[in-house]
Every structure is written in structure tokens, then in C-alpha cells.
């Protein structure tokens, strides 16, 4: 016993100190020897394993490096999901499978603007996605500067006629990115209130919290009922310049020019990967994140880094000797980024399933630390969270809120009543590399990227092994979250 143990110990620093101390204690006495290190748990095991294995990190570099950006609806999609297919068959799964998902396919094009009046410079913008394009040349108008969605809501109709229309609502640092809610409104439904007031076109401060040159793309909605403008994120620092100008001049003119058009639908698939319990085989702890990204950056944090936790993370259940008492699944989901589309998906097709999973959860939020764990269970106080914080403990995760959504895409699963669980990261830079072409694999920790499969291995052994009785749920919450802030992009 003590020899395979000590075999299979890590090779960091630590380990060898202990190797060196139990083979003395071996000698001296075998009795003592034993006593150490047979009272490791599984938990336990699973965090020194996690703590000094690479595979996560290997798996990011590989899908950042050999497919890079995965818009849904592109060649790379499709290259996306065989890359997907592929990784989790060599993982061990009792079965591996695809499911097909109707896309919106987009093409970005060129994304050019200058100020034209009074200063005449370039500035720099991404067009948000699935925005229509400007007739060639672009669109040259006056700006209109508000402060925020709701102010474009208030302004009348006479101010903005004929302006393209400037969303400037800055974007605070949060930990829990809290603050993302409060702007990203202005990107999503800001184009269809400022074309009901006669605007042309609509820029906004990008939503980040950094002061690169970059700007920050990411989906925009429009309403079917009205004109369609286009519409683009300006970088902050040309965002600054632009209020500037407007403040010191009053008038600005402007112009912007999008190649951006809409292509026929495509299909794409959420890949999905089955690894059966002993005692329930037909339950199942379902853990996610989705395989699709930005074209601009390699989609390293968003959600690179969330598909190589969570499969790192089975596979280190499925690498033990026996088998959790029920499944895990592992579901990489097509298309989050443009609306849940591979998360509807998922629950219409399971939907006579749902009743199944025990609890849900996904790792979309990059690639930083996690602190905090929130659920949402029938009790705040159930058996399974105590023990849950008792066993992430030594990982510093601390007990966070009874509301937890699970993650964008688990939240539709939420909706219909399904348990979940947020391993929340800290998030304090996620939002200055979110959609732009700064999200790559440099911006990842390895260390952190190793804490997160750590967590994640503890949760998926705790839960899958649980006797407590997780339904029914709360529902309050993230129904008004979808209702304002998930629905389906129009194409
Ligand atoms: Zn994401």
C-alpha cells in the first residue's frame, strides 16, 4: 500500500520532502508509515492529482492553437466539433455523441471609423455581432452622446433623428463581474430604441472594464419590428476621445463603415459525452461549457478554458478505481454566444430527460481562481452543500448564495427546474480580454487553470456520491434574468 502511494505521488517538492520522510518512517516503523498515508480521502487524492497535472492546460493550448477562433455557423465550428468529438473519446467515456443545432451565420467584414468634424482621426471599433452592414462608404451623421440605455430610452426622438446614436456607460471592475448586467443592455437592445427614434447608426463604449485599443465585440439583438442599424463597440480609449471632442465642440460628425452581413443558417452540434454511475446509471451530474467563441481572439477564457475544466475534471473521476454512484456528462455546448441556442437545444431534445440530472453547472467565466460556490437547491442549508465547503475547503472556496444560475447555458436547464451549482471565478480581469482579440492562452494561469479542475474534481465526486434530495427549486430569479437578458438573437 504505502509503496504504490508513494509511487504515484506527485513530483513536486513537497512530496519528495514526504517521500524521503515516509521511507524513514517505513523503516522505523511500518505501522506509523501506513497511518499517514492511507487516510487520504478520494477528495483529497483528486486535489493532489489536479494540483500537478498539466492535462487541462494541454487541452486549452491544443483548441486555442490548432483551431483558434470558433464563430458558430463557420468552417471552424464544424472543424470545433470534430476536435471536441475527438478529445473526449480519448478520454474513457462510456459514450460520446453529437447532437444537431440550427446556428445564425454571420459574417463580420471590415469594421472602419473616423471622426470627420470638427478633428478629423481614425478610431477604432468592432462591429457587434450578427449587425447588418453599412452601404459602402459608410454612414456619415452627427453623434448623439447618452450616458446609458436608459437615458436612450428618455431622450426625445428629435435629438437622436438623423445622429448615430453613442451608448458611453462605462463598465466598473467586480470580482463577480456584477457590473457586466448593468451595461450590457446598451450592446443587446440598444440598436432597435435608437432606431425607433429615427437614428442611423449605434456605437457604444465597448463593455470591459480595460483601456486597450481594442474593442469588445459580442451579440446584439434586433427587434423585428423595427429598422435595422448598424452597429459597433468603440475601444475605450477612442470612447474617451470621442466625449471629449463632444464636449469641447459640440458637434461631431462621424463616420463608420461595416462589411458585416447575415449568411443562410448553419447547423453546428453541442458534443456530448456519457460516463455511467454504479447506483443510479440513469442520473447524472451534467457539467458544461460551450465550444463556440468570438472570431477577434482564440476564445481562450471564453470558454476554451471552460471546456478544458470541466473535461480534465471528468476525467480524473473516470481515471479513479470504482465508479461515482451516478454519471457524469459532459456537455459542450454550440453557440452560447449567440443566445443559449445549443443550451435550448439541449433541453428540447431532453426535455422528457430533465428529471434525470441530479444538478448542472458550467465553467464559463475564463480561467482565474475560484472563491465562492453557489447553489441552488431546494435548501440553502442541504447536507450536500455543507459538505460541498467542507470538501473545497482546503482550496479556499468560501459559501456564497442560494441563487446560483449555474452558468449562462445551465441557466436554461435552471429554468425547467434542474438543481445547480456556480464554482465562481474571480473574474476581476475577465472583463478586459472578454470578446476582444487580447483573449488568448497567455492570459491564462496555469496554476489557477490547475485550482479550477482541482474544484471541479471535489464537486463532481461529492455530488455524483450524494444521498441529499436536491428538488424542488426556486425558480424566482433566473426567470427574470432570461426574460431580460437571454433571448434569442433575430437573425
Ligand atoms: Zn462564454
Redesign the pocket.
Known sequence: MITVSVINAPLKEVYVLRHIILSFAFVASIVNANDTVEKKTINEQLIETALTSRHALDILTDLTTNIGPRLPGTEADLRTVAWAENLLTSQGFDRVYKQPVRVPAWKRGIANASIVSPAPQALIISALGHSVGTPEGGITAPVVRVSSLAALSEISARAVKGHIVFIDHKMERHRAGKYYREVVGGRSNGASIAATKGAVGLLIRSIGTDSDRFAHTGMMLYDVKKPRIPSAALSAPDADQLTRLLTQHGKVTLNFELGSEHLESAISYNVIAEYDGAKFPEQYVLVG??HD?WDEGT?A???GA?IAIVTAAAKQIIDLPDRPKRGVRVVLYAA??LGLVGAKAYARENADDLHNIYLASES??GAGEIWKLDTRFSDALSALSKKLLKELAPLNIEAGHNKATGG?DTSVLVNKGVPALTLLQDGTDYFDF?HTPNDTLDKVSPEALKQNVAAWSVMLWTTTNSDAELRPISLKKTQRVEAKELSTPQQ
Do not use: N
Request: proline share 7%; glycine share 14%; aromatic share 8%.
Open positions: 461549457a460551450h467563441s476564445g477564457l471564453d470558454d471552460g452560447e454566444e464559463d467565466f449562462p472578454h
